[in-house]
């Protein structure tokens, strides 16, 4: 198997431009997922594939990707969007599927 | 409107058995890739298993052998059989619908979760 390592937390003013990145040797292979969580609740898609948000989900996360590291970035962030982020991914394997460690993203 | 609703989790005591099921709507549960994922109180987010559409099945290597992922077919529902339930595996689990992209692995719909508390 193989992880995926993000920043524990990071902080953003409000209105600003936050990246949160992924690193893992699978993601030379496969692209990343995102997931953003908050208190009490289950996780919610916000980015798949290239970079594709599913209905609902504001044009201001957007997601990257180059060699092991996969990027999720958030442009003028807002206080909503304060919450944890995940990415996922396959393993090296391709047999099992493994998250990230989780970012906590303050919005100030 | 996808929905899935879990239900089955409760209190057990190290080394006993829970079922946990998911009933899902809006889509069929045996065309689809569905899976398993728990997070442990605080913790980040573990992926458990997968049913893939044939009726493969794979596990994290922490519950094989004492999970079993399933389906019924008419009741559009998907399973975790847990036995010999250890207390590391004390987590909410949450179902999910798992996209059939192999190259773009993603979960798209999620349930509530359930929680399951493994003590004495």
């Known amino acids: 198997s193989s992880k995926l390592t993000q920043d524990p937390a990071v902080s953003v003013a409000l209105g600003q431009t936050v990246r949160i990145t992924c690193q893992g040797d699978?993601?030379?292979?496969?692209?990343a997922s995102w997931y953003q969580q908050k208190p009490g609740q289950a996780p919610v898609l916000v980015i798949y594939?290239?970079?594709n948000r599913p209905s609902g989900i504001p044009d201001r996360f957007s997601g990257s990707s180059s060699g092991n590291t996969a990027s999720l970035t958030i442009s003028g962030a807002q206080a909503e969007d304060e919450a944890d982020y995940y990415c996922?991914?396959?393993?090296?394997?391709?047999?099992?599927?493994?998250f990230g460690t989780g970012t906590q993203v303050t919005v100030l | 409107e996808v929905q899935l609703v879990e239900s089955g989790g409760g209190l057990v005591q190290p080394g006993g058995s829970l079922r946990l099921s998911c009933e899902a709507s809006?889509?069929?549960?045996?065309?689809?890739?569905m899976s398993w994922v728990r997070q442990a109180p605080g913790k980040g987010l573990e992926w458990v298993s997968i049913?893939?559409?044939?009726?493969?099945?794979s596990y994290t290597d922490s519950v094989k052998g004492r999970f079993t992922i399933s389906r019924h077919y008419f009741k559009n529902t998907l399973y975790l059989q847990m036995n010999s339930l250890r207390t590391e595996d004390t987590a909410v689990y949450y179902c999910?619908?798992?996209?059939?992209?192999?190259?773009?692995?993603?979960?798209?719909?999620w349930g509530q979760g359930s929680l399951v508390t493994v003590s004495s």
């Open positions: 999910a619908r798992v996209s059939s992209s192999w190259y773009f692995p993603y979960f798209d719909y």
């Open positions: 809006g889509f069929t549960v045996r065309n689809t890739y």
């Open positions: 049913i893939y559409s044939g009726g493969n099945t």
């Open positions: 699978s993601l030379r292979e496969y692209y």
């Open positions: 594939g290239k970079d």
């Open positions: 996922c991914s396959r393993d090296s394997s391709g047999n099992h599927y493994v």
